[in-house]
């Protein structure tokens, strides 16, 4: 898996209102996804070779267990994380879940920030989270008249000094660090502000509002709001 815009989940549901909600939440994420509707679809799709898959027990059918035992019969996708999303709330589902190989099991009453973060523990165990850039682990990042510098807490434009905030500098740093690379506020909410610390997409767009005003014209210019996505500092 390359970075985040490129992961893609497959999900095999037949439950259509759901798959609609689950479809926009990853993709919130900035995950791409592909959808099948049966078990047959998933192995027909199974070539995309997907970044995990997503299955339902379907109609109240044990296909999701078949389908899960099946995959991991074949060698190439022995070590494919794979997620169980159910409806089904019974110790002995969750059990044959678990005993066919499936990475986890959960229920379709779940939060999406609650299933964003099973998602990525799967994935980290499975060694698929992408690592930091390389300019994350930088001291220092130049940008045009811009210097951010992560040892020192600075920010330099035009050489003057500007002053920012821990968390407004944190969010620079981040967004200066991957230019080009758009954040949904979700991730930028995980990333700054942790899973265990609950606030809302508005703080987000406020402490972004904030280091606009800051940075001035050069602020206007290169952190741009992507409407429905997220923010980004242009490459």
């Given at each position: ?129 992408e690592t930091d850039s390389a300019e994350e682990n930088a001291i220092e990042i130049k940008l045009g008249d811009l210097v951010v510098n992560r040892q020192t807490h600075t920010v330099l434009l035009k050489g003057k000094e500007i002053f920012l905030p821990r968390k407004e500098f944190e969010l620079l740093w981040l967004l200066v660090a991957n230019k080009g690379k758009v954040f949904s506020r979700e991730i930028l909410l ?46």
């Amino acid at each position: 898996m390359q970075n985040s815009k490129t992961k893609t989940i497959l999900i095999g549901d037949d439950d259509f209102q759901y798959v609609n909600w689950l479809r926009a939440t990853l993709e919130k994420e900035g995950y791409s996804v592909v959808w099948a509707q049966n078990a047959s679809e998933v192995m027909s799709k199974i070539s995309t070779k997907p970044t995990a898959v997503i299955v339902d027990f379907m109609r109240g059918q044990p296909i999701g267990l078949e389908l899960c035992r099946e995959l991991r019969n074949l060698p190439e996708f022995k070590h494919l994380p794979i997620i169980m999303l159910t409806r089904k709330r019974a110790d002995s589902d969750e059990a044959a879940g678990l005993e066919v190989g499936a990475d986890d099991y959960i229920h379709k009453s779940v939060s999406n920030r609650v299933l964003s973060a099973r998602l990525r523990n799967v994935l980290k165990r499975n060694g698929n989270l992408e690592t930091d850039s390389a300019e994350e682990n930088a001291i220092e990042i130049k940008l045009g008249d811009l210097v951010v510098n992560r040892q020192t807490h600075t920010v330099l434009l035009k050489g003057k000094e500007i002053f920012l905030p821990r968390k407004e500098f944190e969010l620079l740093w981040l967004l200066v660090a991957n230019k080009g690379k758009v954040f949904s506020r979700e991730i930028l909410l995980r990333r700054i502000w942790g899973e265990s610390v609950y606030v809302t997409d508005r703080t987000v767009d406020v402490h972004i509002c904030k280091i606009r005003q800051r940075l001035g014209e050069f602020g206007q210019e290169n952190l741009e709001t992507i409407k429905g996505v997220g923010y980004r500092i242009k490459a």
